[in-house]
Structures are given as C-alpha cells and as structure tokens.
C-alpha cells in the first residue's frame, strides 16, 4: 500500500499529519504537485513534481495508483477515478469516500456547477477547523490500523 497525496491543495497541517503516520508505519506516501513542496528527510516519503496544466497532477495520481493504494485529495472527479480503479480516496476533512458516496458527491459537484454558472454565487469550502483536522487524523489511523501491513 502507498499514500498518494493531490497536493497543490493539501492544507500543510494535512500534510504534516500524514507526514507522522507515513514515518509512525514506514508506508510510502508521495505528494504529488505541479510545484516544487517541502517534504522532510526520510526513506519512506518524497516529492513528485508534475508538469503545468489542468489536471496534471490528478492524471499520475489515478496513473500511478494500485488497488488498495489511499490517494488524499477534495477534487471529487480525482477520488472517482481512484475508487474505480480500486483504491481508497480521503479527504483533508476526514471523509472516506466509498463507491456510494462518491456518487452522492459527483452528483453534489455536478449540481452546484450548474448553479454557479447560471450565476448563483455559492461560495467556496469553509476553513479547515480543529475539528476537520481531528476528523481526518482519526479516520486515517483507522484506515491504517484495518489496511496497512506493519
């Protein structure tokens, strides 16, 4: 199993998270951006800069992804792609998507589209809380604890 990480977007409290666990279980875990980003010193974690462009980096991830793999990432088409090809999609603020409710949320994403571009202003995501950062340190340990091999 490895942690694949759509990291353009990744809050760094998220990353620093998954930076612990992925040295904690000595799972590989690779952020993957169309910028350079810090990653700390270590056997087990490591940077993969991707060219400019739209989707570019979410094209390696799904590219590069095993079944039983976990790719973190909010781009709802990104963690599709992943499901369907057999692997796990987590998102910064703790939910673990399923073939079920990528569903729900494709159709969420699709919905709210239409409505920004008949011009209903609909906002962006709220900031990322204490809560949404416990949210998500919890379901990756149990992820880990029901997935990784150690």
Avoid at 31 to 53: D, E, W
Avoid at 99 to 126: C, H, K, N, Q, W
Wanted: charged share 25%; hydrophobic share 45%; glycine share 6%.
């Amino acid at each position: 199993m490895q942690i694949w990480v759509d990291a353009d977007a990744c809050p760094k409290v998220i990353k620093e998270i998954l930076f612990r666990a992925a040295e904690r279980r000595q799972i590989p875990l690779t952020l993957v951006a169309n910028k350079l980003l810090y990653c700390p010193l270590s056997m087990v974690i490591r940077a993969l800069q991707v060219p400019a462009g739209f989707d570019v980096a979410d094209n390696k991830i799904v590219e590069l992804t095993e079944p039983g793999d976990l790719v973190v990432t909010a781009d709802i088409p990104l963690a599709a792609e992943v499901i369907a090809k057999g692997g796990h999609a987590l998102n910064p603020r703790g939910e673990l998507y399923t073939v079920d409710t990528i569903r729900e949320r494709l159709a969420m994403r699709d919905f709210m589209d239409v409505l920004r571009s008949s011009g209903v202003e609909t906002g962006g995501p709220a900031m990322l809380s204490p809560g949404d950062r416990q949210a998500f340190a919890n379901q990756l340990d149990r992820f880990l604890a029901k997935h990784a091999k150690t």
